[in-house]
């Protein structure tokens, strides 16, 4: 489950209407004490049984990066939807893999992006836009254009 498991735990359980988690899967103590204090009744070791459980319906998937495509591909198996953190693999056969898993058995699958990532991303073109407004008002002569500097602004 980790941090963003939690976190995903949480908001599901807090902010979601009718949302039900059925079971939830960690290896460590801190992380079962975490969901049973959310009301999760049944929590285990291994990701397979949340897998193949057969009252879930969609599985979360927030484990490290090597389980990301195996897990997807064994839930996508038992016809349930899948949610996974980023990034689903670092290899294209394998996300192949999982695309035609998903795809032959007629269930969804959603990759997150880490919000952070896109906060940092979002300041990153604000500035970019910035530096371009800069130059534009106070190093552009009125006689050059955009296109001739290729600004694109």
Known sequence: MGRIGQIHLSNLL?????A?????SDL???SHAFAKNLG??????????????PD???VIICSPTPF?????????NQKKHVFCEKPLDVTLDAIYAAQKAVS???VKLMLGFTVVLMQTLRMFVISLLMIKLVIR????????TRDHLQLNI
């Open 56 to 58: 879930v319906e969609a």
């Open 40 to 53: 999760v009744e049944e929590v285990t070791t291994d990701a397979y049984d949340v897998i193949n459980h």
């Open 68 to 76: 990301h495509v195996p897990y997807t591909v064994a839930a996508a």
């Open 104 to 106: 032959d058995n007629g």
């Open 14 to 18: 807090h902010h979601i209407p009718g």
């Open 28 to 30: 460590s103590p801190e």
């Open 137 to 144: 008002r106070f190093f552009v002569s009125p006689a050059v």
């Open 20 to 24: 039900e988690v059925v079971i939830a």
